[in-house]
Structure formats: structure tokens, C-alpha cells
């Protein structure tokens, strides 16, 4: 069986009886299974099959949730080169595919999103929003249909919102750090406008104010994940000088031939001097810029007061974050004393 066409006509007799079913069994799956990964490889048309089937079938068995998220996973994480991070095209793909009807609306396809996020060293950005933002419908909306207990209330953070913020933050640093964008801050900040006053859960307020204050105050010491773009050119690197000791010397032919070897063995750099010295100048620029992150700017806390307007109270996890910057940044503008007088701090 090969998914080979979008039409039901041109499909395999066992996709189209599944989709005439409307839904997927446990033996469904072991057959979609066998097939998919017959060559080790989800291809883009299988799948669009499989989003075709998630789309068009209910009441599904589990099994299928978790080769749903297996199959397009390994599709989207670890089919172009360099493995692990997620290309433009792919995400766009993603997004658009899970935003066909305007949102995600499945268990599946949040799942999917939350593990991309976690297996890939990188992707783009706007995944991580997307994640995000259907976890603040969810909140808005009071409906437990993505994650945690089908019955919500709806305005309020629950614990189950928590953990799914948690995990998606968390998930996109890949090392257990936790470094939050522009964005990702201004979708908190509107989440907790929109709850201010609500019985949410307690461990908001201290989520809350670790990622807005990672966004403001970055830990130093965080390691920079290479993007797409460098991983792949280290990976090129690394196969045009697979070829050891022979390939080094036989690159090096030319030059010795024409009587400029030492030229040649310099612009070589077998022993990785220029490398390391690359490296740590790489390190000392980025040392004083964390030193710098840790220091909030004018741009910063003109954004916070913007946060924070004084045309109304400050509520409590908005103190908590200005007393928790007060105490840990290493330095902070003259604009931030108003609301640190606000707060009572």
C-alpha cells in the first residue's frame, strides 16, 4: 500500500475503506504502520494522507494518536538535512495543515506541535506561538479538548493549563533552560490580562514570572543552540574532511606541487587552531552579551510599563515579577522607578 494521490479514487482500497469508516482502529493502524514506514520514511504525500485521515476520522483508537504524532514527527524533525531542525518550509506546511479549518482542534494535532517543538534542537518561531496561543483558547474558552480534563471553567488558569505552558516553553530550549521572545512574553502577558482576579491555579504566578523575567533578564550561562542554517554548514564541513588523513593530504596536492606547502597547511589548520580561537572568541562575545541580557534596557522596560499601565492596579503576579526583577537584574533604568514605587517596593 503507497498513499499516492489525494483523490479517493487514486487512493489504496485500505485508506479509502478507512476513511469511508470514519474511523481508525487498533488493526488500522498496523496497517497504515506496515506501510508508512516501509522505507523508513514518512514521504510529504503520506503525509498529507495522514492529516487527510486525522481530518475526516472520529472516535478513534489510541494507537492511532501516537503514530499519528511518531509518523509526522519524523517527517517534519529528521527528514531534510541537517537532522533535528525544522526547516521554514516544513513549519509552514505544519501550520498551514493544522490551521486548515482556522485552528487546532485535536488532541493529535497539539500533541504533534508540543513534540515537534521538544525533538527538534530548532524551529521556527512560530510554531512555539501557535502552541502557546491554543493553549490560551483553551483557557479563554474553558474547553479540555486538547489537553488535561474535558471539563474546564472557563477565564481561569488551571493546573493542566500550567504544565502544557510549562512543557511548550521549556520543550523549545531542548536543554532545560528556559528563554522566552518578544512574542511569546506579550501572548503571557495578554493571558494573564485576560485571567487577572480569576481562582487560577497557584503555580501560574511562578511560571509567570520565571518566563517573563527569562525574557527580561536572560540566565547567564544559557547555551546557544546553532540555527538550522549554521548546523547545516557545520555538517558540510564535516563531510568534505571525512576522508582523514589521506583526504587532508590529498587536498593539500596542489599546492604542494606549486611549492606552497606551508601556505597550504596554514590555510588547512589541521589542528583546529583558527577553530578554537574562533570558538573563543565566540564564547568571550557571548559572555558580555548575556552580561548585557541581564542588565535590562530602556527597550525593556519601556515594554514593561506598556505592560503595566498606570491607568490600573498592579495585580499580584505583577508584583511578584517586579520584585523579582528589582532583586535579580543586575542593573535597571531610571523608567522602571515608577513602577517599582507602584508596587510598593
Keep these: 500500500m503507497a498513499f499516492q494521490s489525494s483523490a479517493a479514487a487514486n487512493r489504496p482500497d485500505a485508506v479509502a475503506s478507512i476513511l469511508a469508516a470514519g474511523s481508525i482502529s487498533r488493526d488500522d493502524v498496523a496497517r497504515l504502520r506496515a506501510d508508512v514506514f516501509r522505507d523508513g520514511i514518512v514521504s510529504r504525500d503520506e503525509a498529507e494522507r495522514m492529516f487527510d485521515l ?4 472520529t472516535n478513534n483508537d489510541p494507537a492511532w494518536m501516537a503514530f499519528f504524532v511518531e509518523g509526522l514527527t519524523d517527517h517534519l524533525v529528521w527528514r531534510t538535512e541537517p537532522r533535528g531542525h525544522v526547516s521554514d518550509e516544513d513549519a509552514r506546511f505544519l501550520i498551514e495543515r493544522i490551521r486548515k479549518d482556522g485552528r487546532i482542534d485535536s488532541r493529535a494535532e497539539f500533541e504533534l506541535i508540543v513534540t515537534v517543538i521538544d525533538r527538534a534542537e530548532s524551529c521556527p518561531q512560530e510554531l512555539v506561538v501557535l502552541a502557546l496561543g491554543a493553549v490560551r483558547d483553551v483557557v ?6 486538547l489537553f488535561g480534563p474535558q471539563r ?3 477565564g481561569v488558569v ?7 505552558l510549562r512543557t511548550i516553553l521549556y520543550a523549545q530550549a531542548g536543554d532545560g533552560s ?4 518578544r512574542q511569546e512574553a506579550d501572548l503571557l502577558f495578554g493571558l494573564n490580562d ?7 491555579a497557584p503555580a501560574w504566578q511562578g511560571l509567570f514570572v520565571q518566563a517573563i523575567a527569562s525574557h527580561l533578564v536572560n540566565p547567564l550561562g544559557a547555551p546557544r543552540l546553532p540555527t538550522r542554517a549554521e548546523a547545516l554548514a557545520r555538517q558540510r564541513w564535516l563531510e568534505s574532511h571525512s576522508g582523514g588523513a589521506g583526504g587532508i593530504l590529498a587536498g593539500m596536492t596542489g599546492e604542494i606541487v606549486h611549492g606552497r606547502f606551508g601556505s597550504a597547511w596554514a590555510a588547512l589548520d589541521p589542528f583546529g587552531a583558527r577553530e578554537r580561537q574562533a570558538r573563543e572568541a565566540e564564547a568571550a ?3 558580555a ?3 548585557g541580557r541581564a542588565a535590562i534596557d530602556a527597550d525593556e522596560a519601556a515594554w514593561l510599563s506598556t505592560r503595566i499601565p498606570d491607568t490600573r492596579a498592579i495585580d499580584d503576579n505583577e508584583r511578584a515579577l517586579l520584585a523579582f526583577i528589582k532583586a535579580e537584574a543586575l542593573a535597571t533604568p531610571a523608567a522602571l522607578a515608577p513602577l517599582f514605587a507602584r508596587a510598593g517596593l
Excluded at 528556559?178 to 521572545?181: A, P, Y
Design 140 to 145: 479563554l474558552q474553558g474547553s479540555g479538548l
Design 152 to 154: 474546564r471553567r472557563a
Design 289 to 291: 552579551a548575556q552580561a
Design 54 to 57: 486525522n481530518d475526516r476520522c
Design 158 to 164: 488551571d493546573a493542566a493549563d500550567v504544565e502544557a
Design 178 to 181: 528556559l528563554r522566552v521572545s
Design 285 to 287: 562575545a557571548e559572555a
Design 194 to 200: 485576560a485571567t487577572r482576579g480569576a481562582e487560577n
